[in-house]
């Protein structure tokens, strides 16, 4: 009789930017780039990874988001910051992580890890207690970036009250 060992699988090295995509850089969002967040998310809603927003959500928030802009003028990313007020909060005030997503083609290039890390340092300049976020995937980049599961109870109020329990999101979140 024989019998297998498994071995981990080798690491995974992800190039900043793979050779054959253009370079992005980082900025928060622009009122004008509305339709082009919408067109970004669209994907990750109908896949059921995002909640539908309309499309007066992207125009009235644009300023809650960082993007990933290719050099040709392109979205590659986004992820929105919004921040709540101290009223009722453990934390004082809060920030709340949503719309995170990367288009297909850039999935695996750091991309992700670049908004999370922009998204960190605008936090940290507004003195927020705490991130929270929810995700229905796999949560590694956040769990990577030093998010913990944690009860919704901790959340802010309004924000929780939004979550819907059909779509099974795991709250995580982390001290700034």
């Given at each position: 009789?024989t019998?297998?060992t498994l071995?981990p699988?080798?690491p995974l090295?992800?190039a900043?930017?793979?050779?054959?995509?253009?370079?992005v850089?980082?900025?928060?969002?622009?009122?004008?780039?509305?339709a082009a967040l919408?067109?970004?998310?669209?994907?990750?809603?109908?896949?059921?990874?995002l909640?539908?927003?309309?499309?007066?959500v992207?125009?009235?928030?644009?300023a809650?988001?960082?993007?990933?802009?290719?050099?040709d003028g392109?979205?590659q990313g986004?992820?929105?910051l919004?921040?709540?007020?101290?009223a009722?909060?453990?934390?004082?005030?809060?920030?709340v992580?949503?719309?995170?997503?990367?288009?297909?083609?850039?999935?695996?290039s750091?991309?992700g890890?670049?908004?999370?890390g922009?998204?960190?340092?605008?936090?940290?300049t507004?003195s927020?207690?705490?991130?929270?976020?929810a995700?229905?995937?796999?949560?590694?980049?956040?769990?990577?970036?030093?998010?913990?599961?944690?009860?919704?109870?901790?959340?802010?109020a309004?924000w929780?009250?939004a979550?819907?329990?059909?779509?099974?999101a795991?709250?995580?979140?982390?001290?700034?």
């Open positions: 009789m019998t297998a071995r699988a080798a090295s992800h900043p930017h793979p050779p054959c995509l253009s370079p850089s980082v900025r928060p969002a622009r009122p004008g780039d509305a919408a067109a970004l998310s669209e994907p990750f809603v109908r896949s059921g990874a909640r539908e927003r309309p499309f007066g992207y125009a009235a928030h644009a809650d988001f960082l993007v990933a802009e290719a050099s392109t979205l986004c992820l929105a919004r921040l709540h007020p101290a009722g909060q453990r934390h004082g005030s809060v920030g992580l949503y719309n995170f997503c990367v288009a297909g083609h850039r999935q695996g750091g991309l890890a670049r908004l999370l922009a998204a960190l340092a605008r936090a940290r507004q927020l207690g705490a991130l929270f976020t995700t229905t995937g796999s949560g590694r980049l956040f769990l990577r970036h030093g998010f913990t599961p944690a009860p919704v109870s901790l959340a802010p309004a929780a009250r979550l819907d329990p059909r779509r099974g795991r709250v995580l979140a982390r001290g700034v």
